[in-house]
C-alpha cells in the first residue's frame, strides 16, 4: 500500500487539477464521443470549490483530488481524480473509505455521477453506492450510511 494523506485544497490547486481531470477523463470522454480539449479543463475550473476539495498527496507529491459538496442532508462526491500512474495501487480505494467514514459518522448520504462505462463505477459499488439512475452518458449513483440512525443514537 502507497503512503497518502489529504490536505485541504486551495485556489492556486484548480490549474493542476484540471490538468490532471484532462488526463483521467479522456478515456472515457472519447469513447463516448464527448472529449473537447478545452472544456474537460473548464468544466472543473468553473465548478471548483476549494473549500469543499482536498488534494491528495502520495510521498508529499501531488497525486489527485477529492471533493465532498454538502447540499441539503446529503453531500456529493465530487473531482475525485487520481493520477493513473497510481491507479490500481489502494490509494482510491484508502481515500473514499475515509471519506465514507466521515459521511457515515455524520449519517449523510453520499451521492455521485460517474461517466458511462467508466471503470471507476466498480469501485463505487464495491463501496456500497448502487445506480439511482442513468442515461447515456452519466450513471448517478448514491451511498446511504453504512451505520443506522439507531445505532448512532442508541435510540428507536
Known amino acids: 500500500m502507497v503512503e497518502w494523506r489529504l490536505r485541504p ?3 492556486g490547486d484548480a490549474r493542476v487539477v484540471a490538468e490532471l481531470r484532462a488526463v ?3 478515456p472515457d470522454l472519447e469513447r463516448l464521443g ?3 480539449e478545452r472544456r474537460v479543463r473548464q468544466r472543473f475550473l468553473d465548478a471548483f470549490v476549494p473549500e469543499h476539495a482536498w488534494v491528495i498527496e502520495v510521498d508529499g507529491a501531488f497525486a489527485g483530488c477529492v471533493a465532498m459538496r454538502p447540499a441539503e442532508d446529503e453531500r456529493w462526491l465530487e473531482h475525485f481524480f487520481l493520477d493513473p500512474a497510481l491507479q490500481g495501487r489502494g490509494v482510491g480505494s484508502a481515500v473514499l473509505e475515509e471519506l ?3 459521511a457515515d459518522r455524520d449519517g449523510v448520504v453520499v451521492r455521485l455521477n460517474v461517466l458511462s462505462g467508466s471503470r471507476a463505477q466498480r469501485l463505487y459499488a464495491r463501496l456500497g453506492f448502487v445506480v439511482e ?3 447515456p ?3 448517478y449513483m448514491v451511498r446511504r450510511p453504512a451505520v443506522d440512525a ?3 443514537t442508541g435510540s428507536a
Do not use: I, K, N, P
Request: a positive charge; hydrophobic letters at 55%.
Open 9 to 11: 485544497a486551495v485556489g
Open 24 to 26: 483521467v477523463m479522456r
Open 34 to 36: 464527448r472529449f473537447d
Open 100 to 102: 465514507l467514514a466521515r
Open 133 to 135: 439512475s442513468a442515461d
Open 137 to 139: 452518458v452519466d450513471v
Open 150 to 152: 439507531w445505532a448512532r
